[in-house]
């Protein structure tokens, strides 16, 4: 069964641009987390889709969004890039089924702002 | 904020048992216990959880004390591949996020 796969692994973008990211979760989940994690402040939760719809939000300012498809893969937005949004972002996927709630993790793409 | 506490470092020789706590003394009575590890700059591992049993898999075995207020991951043989950060994490199953705290990083050592 394939993991959790994203999309670009590696980005180098410029203050001010905008960058997409793509997660394809496991077949079959329905839920798609994001995270960012940097040396700093850790693995901080971003937020949640299920069936399309965004179930949670973390502490993150508006130039941060998502979206999830029909296909359950999903993407994340982040706009107006700052140099402090360099990091680590992480995409987590689970079934929710029975006791299938423990999520998976992709490799994560590792984005670069200059 | 998390929920859990845990040492921030360990060290282990290869090929002993390495013994992981967390405390969690305010958990909910629905709230589970998760462990996961990250190797660095890799993705977080899931490894296994449990919710007031003692579980065991392929990875690893976790005993949750009776009254639930800690727990301790046991990896039976460990081996320099499990040099990682392991993060305990408690929740419930619906509704909320996975809140991951600093974890314990664990070195095993040759």
């Known amino acids: 069964k394939a993991g959790v796969t994203q999309t670009p692994r590696y980005l180098i973008k410029t203050r001010g641009q905008q960058v997409t990211l793509s997660c394809s979760p496991i077949?079959?989940?329905?839920?798609v987390s994001w995270y960012q994690q940097t040396p700093g402040q850790g693995l901080q939760f971003l937020f949640e889709?299920?069936?399309?719809?965004?179930?949670n939000k973390g502490n993150f300012p508006g130039r941060f969004s998502g979206r999830q498809f029909s296909n359950s893969r999903s993407e994340m937005n982040v706009s107006t890039l700052e140099l402090g949004d360099s990091a680590l972002y992480l995409c987590?996927?689970?079934?929710?089924?029975?006791?299938?709630?423990?999520?998976?993790f992709g490799p994560g793409t590792r984005l670069t702002v200059t | 904020d998390a929920k859990t506490t845990q040492p921030p470092s360990m060290d282990c020789a290869e090929g002993r048992a390495a013994n992981l706590p967390c405390n969690h003394s305010?958990?909910?009575?629905?709230?589970?216990v998760y462990w996961y590890r990250q190797i660095h700059s890799q993705g977080p591992q899931y490894i296994i959880h449990?919710?007031?049993n003692n579980e065991t898999n392929e990875m690893a075995s976790l005993i949750i004390t009776e009254d639930r207020k800690s727990s301790t991951l046991i990896l039976p043989h460990a081996t320099l591949r499990d040099t990682a950060v392991y993060y305990c994490?408690?929740?419930?199953?619906?509704?909320?996020?996975?809140?991951f705290g600093p974890g314990t990083r664990l070195s095993v050592l040759p």
């Open positions: 987590a996927s689970r079934r929710e089924e029975g006791r299938g709630h423990e999520q998976y």
């Open positions: 077949s079959g989940h329905r839920s």
């Open positions: 889709y299920f069936s399309e719809t965004q179930r």
């Open positions: 305010t958990i909910s009575g629905n709230e589970y």
């Open positions: 449990g919710l007031k």
């Open positions: 994490i408690v929740k419930r199953n619906y509704g909320q996020n996975f809140v």
